[in-house]
T-cell receptor, first 114, second 112 residues
Framework: DAGVIQSPRHEVTEMGQEVTLRCKPI?????LFWYRQTMMRGLELLIY????????DSGMPEDRFSAKMPNASFSTLKIQPSEPRDSAVYFC????????????FGPGTRLTVT | GESVGLHLPTLSVQEGDNSIINCAYS??????FIWYKQESGKGPQFIID?????DKRQGQRVTVLLNKTVKHLSLQIAATQPGDSAVYFC???????????FGQGTRLTINP
């Protein structure tokens, strides 16, 4: 079992550049979650999908952030344009149902925007 | 290492002792609770969960207690080991919201 796979593990980019984070959920899981973890705000839910459909994106900070899930095995989180305050660790998690089940987290992508 | 809150509560225990990590949750409508462990440079890892119709659940060396009256959750770790050093998060699922809300976390340090 490969677990949740995220890429890249580390990303360093300059302010204004587009950043794309990728996630492959565990096979058979039908819900996918994107989180952001920072020193100041802790672990925040950005958006989640059920059966590839975005259900709640109320945690997305602003229009610079967008997420897609074109199929059951792949999701992207895009930031365009990136800003230094976007620097954080971004986690993807998946689970077998919309709620009430443990979420399995990936290793995270550490994003640094200079 | 991981990025966690600047003022993260910290608990230090001696190796071999039992530890208790506490969490106050916010919503009386929450019906499912979960504890995660996060080691430096890694994603949160599931430890144990409990539904609101229970007040206690045990796993291997861990026990979760739920007191719905005061909206309090605790994680007990028996005979702590160096590998238990990590940040521990509680999370609640608010019924109908279909998502977990995480607490700020507690850093557990095991002293040799």
């Amino acid at each position: 079992d490969a677990g949740v796979i995220q890429s890249p593990r580390h990303e360093v980019t300059e302010m204004g550049q587009e950043v794309t984070l990728r996630c492959k959920p565990i096979s058979g899981h039908n819900s996918l979650f994107w989180y952001r973890q920072t020193m100041m705000r802790g672990l925040e839910l950005l958006i989640y999908f059920n059966n590839n459909v975005p259900i709640d994106d109320s945690g997305m900070p602003e229009d610079r952030f967008s997420a897609k899930m074109p199929n059951a095995s792949f999701s992207t989180l895009k930031i365009q344009p990136s800003e230094p305050r976007d620097s954080a660790v971004y986690f993807c998690a998946s689970t077998r149902a919309g709620w009430g089940y443990e979420q399995y987290f990936g290793p995270g992508t550490r994003l640094t925007v200079t | 290492g991981e990025s966690v809150g600047l003022h993260l509560p910290t608990l230090s225990v001696q190796e071999g002792d039992n530890s208790i990590i506490n969490c106050a949750y916010s919503n009386s409508a929450s019906d499912y609770f979960i504890w995660y462990k996060q080691e430096s440079g890694k994603g949160p890892q599931f430890i144990i969960d409990i539904r609101s119709n229970m007040d206690k659940r045990q796993g291997q060396r861990v026990t979760v207690l739920l007191n719905k009256t005061v909206k309090h959750l605790s994680l007990q770790i028996a005979a702590t080991q160096p590998g238990d050093s990590a940040v521990y998060f509680c999370a609640e699922n608010i019924q109908g919201a279909q998502k977990l809300v995480f607490g700020q976390g507690t850093r557990l340090t095991i002293n040799p």
